[in-house]
């Protein structure tokens, strides 16, 4: 984004290429107006150009500016998927939710049996929904990664990439390290030191995805041991290593969120225990080990 001293050109290739590293880069207002100010200068030296093109950039780089940059293009991207719900929709939703009030009023809460099997009902549901939601970062490394770059090549996997996740994705990836880092304390925090979520169920199947997370990015080591550096292979090598990869965090993934969703747990014993055993032992005086009976 810098730009860097070239004897043979003159000040208006500077302005060209400097006009051409700040399209479509945005800048704080006061290094704007700067820009402005120094473009419009025809006396300015061409170092005293370059000098002074390089000080606005490295304004916007600060995490600060950063951080404003990403939440105004996160706002700009859910504005524009709300803007594309229709009044249709907006309408089926506020029918489908009367419909519902009046039948629970009418039939549920009359009695007691049909409210507590109601209510057992959605408790089950959002289990499995909260426990699908544990895996909602590793599936986030998977688009970022691998699914991403192979969606220019095989453009049928854009039909697994809906543009809501996109938005997910975009956000992950500008701050991957500090989003795990921050998930991994308050997992640690919440889950594995107060006990919450009240259901085993779901705590379980949140460390998984923790787990899980953690270890993603070991079979893209060990290929670069033996392979080296993906940049230094061929675009046909490249391709097979992401697609191998994304098979590889697959067939992780896809049981676990097919378990999480059936309400079940690994029939593996090995990965049940390994799993079981970071989550310790409930504070229930009733509590017994899944596979024993203390």
Not at 51 to 72: C, D, G, H, P, Q
Not at 201 to 228: A, D, K, Y
């Amino acid at each position: 984004m810098f730009l860097s001293l070239e004897t043979d050109s003159n000040i208006a290739s500077y302005k060209m290429e400097a006009i051409k590293l700040s399209l479509g880069r945005k800048l704080p207002h006061t290094a704007a107006q700067k820009l402005q100010e120094i473009l419009k200068d025809d006396n300015i030296p061409g170092e005293e150009f370059i000098a002074e093109f390089n000080k606005i950039v490295a304004s916007s780089e600060t995490l600060r500016w950063k951080t404003i940059v990403y939440l105004s293009n996160l706002k700009a991207r859910f504005m524009d998927q709300i803007v594309k719900i229709s009044p249709f929709q907006v309408g089926f939703i506020l029918l489908l939710f009367i419909v519902l009030f009046f039948f629970y009023k009418k039939y549920v809460s009359k009695s007691k049996k049909r409210k507590k099997y109601v209510f057992g009902l959605i408790e089950n549901v959002l289990e499995r929904f909260y426990a699908f939601l544990a895996y909602f970062l590793p599936i986030l490394f998977v688009y970022n990664s691998y699914l991403g770059p192979l969606c220019t090549t095989y453009p049928l996997l854009t039909l697994v990439y809906p543009n809501l996740l996109g938005i997910a994705v975009y956000f992950y990836a500008k701050n991957a390290v500090l989003i795990s880092w921050v998930y991994f304390f308050v997992v640690f925090l919440a889950v594995l030191r107060l006990r919450m979520p009240k259901s085993r169920f779901t705590r379980f199947h949140i460390v998984r995805g923790l787990v899980i997370l953690n270890f993603q990015s070991l079979p893209e080591s060990f290929l670069n041991i033996f392979l080296g550096p993906s940049y230094l292979l061929h675009r046909d090598q490249q391709l097979n290593v992401l697609m191998f990869l994304l098979i590889v965090n697959l067939y992780f993934i896809l049981p676990s969120i097919t378990q999480a969703l059936l309400h079940t747990y690994p029939k593996n014993p090995f990965l049940r225990e390994a799993t079981e055993v970071l989550l310790g032992r409930d504070n229930d005086p009733g509590f017994k080990w899944w596979d024993r009976d203390y």
